[in-house]
């Protein structure tokens, strides 16, 4: 017997293991490509590396701006994780590592082999399911030279979120909105990347592909280097993680859990935290039944979900327009998967209050009321 048998080896499976062999806990380590290095773009606030080194960051990002109706500076420090380097700050010293790709019954016959077992496999262990009805986010990146990309970004350092509609060119949109992500990735290579925040099913990779084609040439990037670029990328993050709970007796931590944020997606700075908080648990004995337990918190983060699934263009601008112009500390309840009930409580109320009356009631009506119906081949 083992004490720690960890399934996976994404951010919230390595940190786990190395934080629990650090701790003098005996770990298993079972991942189906336990030796390769993530291939997703991760960026964090750069107040929540905690104790890794510097060597973990890639690039960093002084001042990212949000951009909707007018420009807001966050006036906060963001960092992208050079990968290889953040997974040779946890290592896995120690640790018996095996190389399987398990189903949820074999995760669970672990528990023949460890005291505690974690399901670390993330939100889709066998990959993506067709037609997934569940609320996703979705997006479609390139990366290109820096130079090339400065007609996108229009003089910011980086857009974490561009909510400007040049995705179309109806003046009046009416679809689902999606924004563009714009983050240096240093080595002079920018990341341009398409980004539905949350639908119900997650919208389709080629109509993001279309619409930052689109948005990216209206804005005066070359067509050459929209269509040959030096790198794609594809994400889709299930907003609600797994669709079913683990097997009684066995932890899920990351999205294969409830560990990713209901609202933003961002699950990498919490599952850091978290790691170091479950270790010291286990290695002390007092090892909890459940990982990310639910808390009146994420009641205000299912609201806002839904929120986001209901909304339409111009509501959804109205949103991210008035979350633009909350005080920096506000912004950090809302993003933060940490938060408290009475600090996200807040930031929500002073959102709700900033926005037009029209738009109140829009939020409104998409947070209580009824759900928009997608039209098949609408937007």
Do not use: K
């Not at 003046?171 to 924004?179: A, C, D, K, V, Y």
């Not at 398409?194 to 990216?216: D, S, W």
């Amino acid at each position: 017997m083992v004490d720690v048998a960890v399934v996976g080896l994404g951010p919230a499976g390595r940190s786990l293991a190395s934080r629990c062999a650090a701790r003098g806990l005996s770990v298993l380590a079972v991942d189906p490509r336990p030796s390769a290095v993530w291939t997703p773009t991760y960026g964090i606030w750069a107040d929540e590396l905690g104790d890794l080194p510097e060597t973990v960051v890639r690039a960093r990002i002084t001042n990212p701006e949000i951009r909707v109706h007018g420009h807001h500076p966050l006036n906060r420090e963001y960092v992208v994780l050079d990968n290889a380097a953040a997974q040779a700050a946890l290592p896995l010293d120690g640790v018996e590592v095996r190389q399987g790709r398990l189903t949820d019954d074999q995760v669970n016959a672990l528990r023949d082999e460890a005291d505690v077992v974690v399901d670390a496999r993330g939100a889709r262990p066998d990959g993506p399911e067709p037609d997934d009805p569940a609320p996703a986010q979705t997006a479609y990146g390139i990366v290109v030279p820096a130079a090339e990309a400065a007609p996108a970004l229009q003089g910011a350092e980086a857009l974490l979120m561009d909510w400007r509609t040049d995705w179309t060119t109806d003046p009046l949109p009416s679809g689902i909105p999606t924004f563009l992500y714009a983050i240096p990735l240093g080595s002079d290579e920018v990341l341009l990347e398409e980004t539905c925040l949350a639908a119900a099913p997650g919208m389709a990779i080629p109509e993001l592909r279309a619409r930052l084609r689109q948005r990216l040439l209206a804005r005066g990037v070359a067509q050459a280097v929209v269509d040959e670029p030096l790198d794609r990328e594809i994400v889709r993050i299930p907003m609600r993680g797994r669709d079913h709970p683990p097997h009684e007796g066995v932890l899920a931590v990351g999205t294969a859990g409830r560990g990713g944020h209901l609202v933003t997606g961002y699950s990498v700075a919490h599952s850091l935290a978290r790691a170091d908080r479950l270790a010291r648990a286990i290695a002390e004995g007092s090892t909890p039944e459940e990982v990310d337990v639910a808390v009146t918190a994420d009641l205000f983060r299912e609201a806002g979900l839904r929120a986001l699934l209901r909304l339409d263009t111009a509501g959804t601008l109205a949103l991210f327009e008035a979350f633009g112009r909350l005080p920096r500390d506000r912004q950090r309840d809302v993003l933060s998967r940490d938060s408290g009930a009475a600090g996200l409580g807040r930031a929500m109320w002073q959102m709700f209050a900033g926005m037009p009356h029209g738009a109140r009631a829009e939020l409104v009506r998409a947070t209580v009321g009824s759900p928009r119906v997608r039209l098949p081949g609408r937007g």
